[in-house]
């Protein structure tokens, strides 16, 4: 399985920008997906997951301002992200995971919020 990240980059607090997530390798609709976010010096966070069937779960820190969804048909998993607080500054990880099977991680992409 390959997970590759993209979407990241520089936006002002308030502003919006869109993560997406292509999966290859396997079947992508049998797994479940998650992001995770990590800032230097802290634990790698999840922030959202959704399910093989579409349930999703958010980190209380961005409830109502992210949106993850999964698009099966193009082996895509995404992260809508609105109204950006300068602590929402991370690396954004995709993240793969089949039940008994390992995990997996894709590379990073960098979002950076200024004020």
């Known amino acids: 399985v390959q997970l590759q990240a993209s979407g990241g980059g520089l936006v002002q607090a308030g502003g919006s920008l869109r993560l997406s997530c292509a999966f290859s390798?396997?079947?992508?609709?049998?797994?479940?997906m998650a992001w995770y976010r990590q800032t230097p010096g802290k634990e790698r966070e999840l922030v959202a997951t959704i399910s093989s069937s579409g349930t999703t779960d958010y980190a209380d820190s961005v409830k109502g301002r992210f949106a993850i969804s999964r698009d099966n048909a193009r082996n895509t998993m995404f992260l809508q992200m609105n109204s950006l607080k300068i602590e929402d500054t991370a690396v954004y990880y995709c993240?793969?995971?089949?039940?008994?099977?390992?995990?997996?991680w894709g590379r990073g992409t960098l979002v950076t919020v200024s004020s």
């Open positions: 390798g396997s079947r992508f609709d049998i797994y479940e």
């Open positions: 993240y793969a995971k089949r039940v008994i099977f390992r995990a997996y």
